[in-house]
């Protein structure tokens, strides 16, 4: 249970870092000829995690299974484009995903915090 949380918080976290990622480099070449939009293909990395899920053990003779590390897919916007040049990057658009992941991870942080702050107040309880 507690791994499991954990770790779901961090790749949800991760996921919005490379995406956050992916917008600081679109909008730093959206003057750039030619350079096409990258984003995190959520569709296929929830497809991915979803295959990758441990296995839970109903018997204790049963062999555990590795946690397997999933990691988000960038992909290139290539049939679009915005301008002459066949850039495809719009930057208000890029802006405001910016500002919607930037709440997305503060609200996984305070998901992280809360659930440390629980453990923190069963392990001073018991003892």
Do not use: C, W
């Not at 919005?16 to 679109?26: C, D, F, S, T, Y």
């Not at 946690?67 to 658009?93: F, G, H, W």
């Amino acid at each position: 249970m507690f791994n499991s949380n954990f770790d779901t918080l961090k790749t949800a976290m991760d996921v919005q870092m490379k995406r956050q990622e992916l917008h600081a480099q679109n909008i730093a070449n959206a003057e750039t000829p030619g350079y096409k939009r990258k984003y995190v293909a959520f569709e296929e990395y929830l497809q991915e995690s979803k295959m990758k899920l441990q296995l839970k053990t109903t018997n204790q003779k049963h062999l555990p299974t590795s946690p397997k590390v999933v990691t988000a897919k960038e992909v290139a916007m290539k049939n679009t484009s915005l301008t002459n040049d066949q850039n495809n990057v719009d930057i208000d658009m890029e802006v405001t995903e910016m500002v919607k992941d930037a709440l997305r991870y503060q609200v996984l942080s305070r998901l992280m915090s809360s659930n440390i702050d629980r453990y923190n107040t069963v392990i001073r309880n018991t003892r």
